[in-house]
Nanobody, 126 residues
């Protein structure tokens, strides 16, 4: 059973940066795909970015391409989401998710992920 714990959220002004972390425990995630999702008030949860742990293959939502970067640290069993040029519309609760991956494919549906963290709030002020 994999447990995921996010951290790094907070309040930032528009144009600023934050780095979210997702620490995995309870097992190795080297054969997993990892994803970041977000949910704003009154909206559905949406895909932000994903990575195939073993290959390092990544995918991003169009709304964050060029601004956000997903990466992983094998030694720390941790996935990061570096967020730059933040906008007020990036305000949401950000969730880390994981699922076993057999191919280099990163689905954007949240139902394709098995394990979820508790979420971390990101608020971008204008």
């Amino acid at each position: 059973q994999v447990q995921l714990a996010e951290s790094g959220g907070g309040l930032v002004q528009a144009g600023g940066s934050l780095r979210l972390s997702c620490a995995a425990s309870g097992g190795t995630v080297s054969s997993y795909r990892m994803g970041w999702f977000r949910q704003a008030p009154g909206k559905e949860r949406e895909f932000v970015a994903g990575i195939i742990w073993s290959a390092g293959f990544t995918n991003y939502a169009d709304s964050v391409k060029g601004r956000f970067t997903i990466s992983r640290d094998n030694a720390k069993n941790t996935v990061y989401l570096e967020m730059n040029s933040l906008k007020p519309e990036d305000t949401a609760v950000y969730y880390c998710a994981a699922a076993r991956a057999s191919i280099n494919y990163i689905p954007k549906r949240d139902s394709s992920y098995t394990y979820w963290g508790q979420g971390t709030q990101v608020t971008v002020s204008s």
